[in-house]
C-alpha cells in the first residue's frame, strides 16, 4: 500500500525508502519487543549497508520509529528541525498513510479485536461498568480514540482518497 500510495504522489518519493521503510516499520516495535531485544539500528544496518548508501539508511532508520501515530503526537514537542522533516518527508508520508489505512476498514477491525485480546482487553464494556470512561478499556473505546479518527490524519492526497473509502466501511461495522 505505501509504494501504491507513493507512486501517486507528486513529486514523487524515493520508493526503495518507501519500500523498505514500510517492510520494516514494525521491526522494534515497542508493542512486541522487550527492553533486551537488539535496536532498530542494529537490526537493519547489517542487512542494509552492504545494499545502500548511509544516509539512506540513516532516513529508514529516521522514519521507522516516526510512523505511527504515538510517535507524532510526540513530534508536537520536539525541535523545530525535527518537526519541520516530519511535515514534509514524503516518504514518512507513504508509509504513515499506509499503516494507518492498515489501521481501518474490516481488516483493522480484526487487528484491533486480536490485539485487544492479546493485551487482555475486553471488547466490550458495559455502560454501568466503572471502567467505561477509562482510555483504552476496551477494543470499542479504542474504536472511538483512535480508528473512527484515522481519515481526519491522512497526509497525501491519495492516502486521504482511500482512508474516505474504508472510514465508510469501520463506520458501518461499527453502527
Given at each position: 500500500?505505501?509504494?501504491?500510495?507513493?507512486?501517486?504522489?507528486?513529486?514523487?518519493?524515493?520508493?526503495?525508502?518507501?519500500?523498505?521503510?514500510?517492510?520494516?516499520?514494525?521491526?522494534?516495535d515497542k508493542?512486541?519487543?522487550?527492553?533486551?531485544?537488539?535496536?532498530?539500528?542494529?537490526t537493519?544496518?547489517?542487512?542494509?549497508?552492504?545494499?545502500?548508501?548511509?544516509?539512506?539508511?540513516?532516513?529508514?532508520?529516521?522514519?521507522?520509529?516516526?510512523?505511527?501515530?504515538?510517535?507524532?503526537?510526540?513530534?508536537?514537542?520536539?525541535?523545530?528541525?525535527?518537526?519541520t522533516?516530519?511535515?514534509?518527508?514524503?516518504e514518512?508520508h507513504?508509509?504513515q498513510?499506509?499503516?494507518?489505512?492498515?489501521?481501518?476498514?474490516?481488516?483493522?477491525?480484526?487487528?484491533?479485536?486480536?490485539?485487544?485480546?492479546?493485551?487482555?482487553?475486553?471488547?466490550?464494556?458495559?455502560?454501568?461498568?466503572?471502567?467505561?470512561?477509562?482510555?483504552?478499556?476496551?477494543a470499542?473505546?479504542?474504536?472511538?480514540e483512535?480508528?473512527?479518527r484515522v481519515?481526519?490524519?491522512?497526509k497525501?492526497?491519495?492516502?486521504?482518497?482511500?482512508?474516505?473509502?474504508?472510514?465508510?466501511?469501520?463506520?458501518?461495522?461499527?453502527?
Amino acid at each position: 500500500m505505501a509504494l501504491t500510495i507513493a507512486k501517486q504522489m507528486n513529486p514523487t518519493p524515493d520508493l526503495l525508502i518507501v519500500e523498505l521503510a514500510a517492510l520494516f516499520h514494525d521491526v522494534a516495535d515497542k508493542k512486541y519487543t522487550k527492553p533486551t531485544d537488539p535496536t532498530l539500528s542494529q537490526t537493519l544496518t547489517p542487512l542494509l549497508s552492504p545494499h545502500l548508501p548511509q544516509y539512506k539508511i540513516d532516513l529508514i532508520l529516521s522514519i521507522i520509529p516516526s510512523v505511527s501515530y504515538t510517535s507524532e503526537l510526540a513530534m508536537t514537542r520536539a525541535t523545530p528541525t525535527q518537526w519541520t522533516w516530519q511535515q514534509t518527508c514524503a516518504e514518512l508520508h507513504a508509509v504513515q498513510d499506509a499503516d494507518r489505512l492498515d489501521a481501518i476498514g474490516a481488516v483493522g477491525v480484526m487487528r484491533c479485536a486480536a490485539y485487544s485480546s492479546h493485551v487482555g482487553r475486553k471488547l466490550l464494556v458495559d455502560d454501568g461498568d466503572e471502567e467505561r470512561g477509562e482510555r483504552g478499556a476496551s477494543a470499542e473505546g479504542h474504536f472511538e480514540e483512535k480508528l473512527l479518527r484515522v481519515r481526519d490524519r491522512m497526509k497525501s492526497g491519495p492516502g486521504r482518497e482511500e482512508a474516505e473509502r474504508r472510514h465508510r466501511t469501520v463506520s458501518g461495522l461499527y453502527a
